[in-house]
């Protein structure tokens, strides 16, 4: 079992800069696949980046470029740093992980004004 919180959110203007944490509850270190996912009011949940247990990341075309994921297992956490902001990018944000099973966090609300 794994509990996941992230933190990280808030309210933003356009072009700035946050960066999400996912606080994992035990060690990632044998993470099978991590993911940070955003859904917007009514919109579906879409998968913004990921990276496998062998540091490969992907990530959607409308934030490549100004986002990153990384992990630090010593923390067991992941982020996601995002820059150059808009307001398109106005959503709860979600981390994933997969390792017997797939686990989410609760989410964190990232708002962008413009």
């Known amino acids: 079992q794994v509990q996941l919180v992230e933190s990280g959110g808030g309210l933003v203007q356009a072009g700035g800069s946050l960066r999400l944490s996912c606080a994992a509850s035990?060690?990632?270190?044998?993470?099978?696949?991590m993911g940070w996912y955003r859904q917007a009011p009514g919109k579906q949940r879409i998968r913004v980046a990921s990276?496998?247990?062998?540091?490969?990341?992907n990530y959607a075309d409308s934030v490549k470029g100004r986002f990153t994921i990384s992990r630090d297992n010593a923390k067991n956490t992941v982020y996601l740093q995002m820059n150059s902001l808009g307001p398109e990018d106005t959503a709860v944000y979600y981390c994933?992980?997969?390792?017997?099973?797939?686990?989410w966090g609760q989410g964190t609300q990232v708002t962008v004004s413009s």
């Open positions: 990276m496998t247990s062998g540091g490969t990341t």
């Open positions: 994933m992980l997969v390792s017997d099973r797939t686990y």
């Open positions: 035990r060690s990632i270190f044998s993470i099978n696949f």
